[in-house]
């Protein structure tokens, strides 16, 4: 039998793409055109929340950080943590928000590229 094999090779043309800073496989693009573009509810409900408590403390409504926590019931960390997200850039909110693009990194680092310059944003996070 060495001429002849009995193994079948099947060849699935899957790609590997990280979402939420995750390894994800996804199928070929024309099985799954729609899916792969769609937005993770954890970003929008994280980017909601932060803009939230913006406008709570923009309009009086509550005075400190820690007054949010306790009414949400989370930590003042966690609070002070989530509410940059209201601080990204409006071309970064736009893609995410509007167009539901969704982010190449985890929430957390979301965070922490709220603090860059606005210009560098959308690389960062749609790399």
Same mark, same amino acid.
């Given at each position: ?17 990280? @979402?939420?800073? !995750?390894?994800?496989? /996804?199928? *070929?693009?024309?099985?799954? #055109? ?6 993770? $509810? ?38 002070? @943590?989530?509410? !940059?997200?209201?601080? /990204?850039? *409006?071309?970064?909110?736009? #893609? ?6 969704? $982010? ?24």
């Amino acid at each position: 039998m060495s001429g002849s094999s009995n193994t079948i090779r099947v060849v699935i043309p899957l790609s590997i793409r990280k @979402r939420n800073g !995750r390894p994800k496989i /996804l199928p *070929p693009e024309d099985h799954c #055109a729609r899916e792969s573009r769609a937005q993770d $509810p954890h970003v929008l409900r994280a980017v909601a929340r932060a803009w939230k408590w913006r406008r709570q403390l923009e309009s009086g409504a509550v005075s400190t950080i820690q007054d949010i926590a306790l009414a949400e019931n989370v930590s003042d960390r966690f609070v002070g @943590r989530m509410i !940059r997200m209201a601080y /990204l850039a *409006p071309s970064v909110l736009e #893609a995410l928000v509007i167009a539901r693009r969704p $982010p190449a990194i985890a929430i957390n680092d979301l965070n922490a590229v709220a603090e860059w310059p606005w210009d560098g944003q959308m690389q960062q996070v749609f790399e």
